[in-house]
């Protein structure tokens, strides 16, 4: 098993930045993708970033490319998503997540398999 808990969410205004932060317990970890996904009201849970288990690939969506960045310290079994100049529709829920085992599917959620509970992320304009 795999447990994730989100921290860092919080309220800021337009072209501000935040960094949400996820820990993770479970041996499990060090060998598994993770992503970050959000949820905004009404709209469906999206593909944000994901970080393969050393580190070394990243992915984003088109979206938030060039504004945030995922990074991962094994060592203290957490995952970051530092996000910078932070716009109105980046407001969502943004849930950390570790991916099941096999290549691909970076960015789908249904190849993730353990679910955080979601930190709140409010951009104001």
């Known amino acids: 098993q795999v447990q994730l808990v989100e921290s860092g969410g919080g309220w800021v205004q337009a072209g501000g930045s935040l960094r949400v932060s996820c820990a993770a317990s479970g041996r499990t970890f060090t060998s598994r993708t993770m992503g970050w996904f959000r949820q905004a009201p009404g709209k469906e849970r999206e593909f944000v970033a994901a970080?393969?288990?050393?580190?070394?690939?990243?992915y984003y969506s088109d979206s938030v490319k060039g504004r945030f960045t995922i990074s991962r310290d094994n060592a203290k079994n957490t995952v970051y998503l530092q996000m910078n100049s932070l716009k109105p529709e980046d407001t969502a829920i943004y849930y950390c997540?570790?991916?099941?085992?096999?290549?691909?599917?970076?960015?789908?959620?249904?190849?993730?398999?353990?679910w955080g509970q979601g930190t709140q992320v409010t951009v104001s304009s």
């Open positions: 970080i393969t288990s050393s580190g070394g690939s990243t």
């Open positions: 997540a570790a991916k099941t085992y096999g290549s691909g599917g970076y960015y789908s959620v249904a190849t993730y398999a353990y």
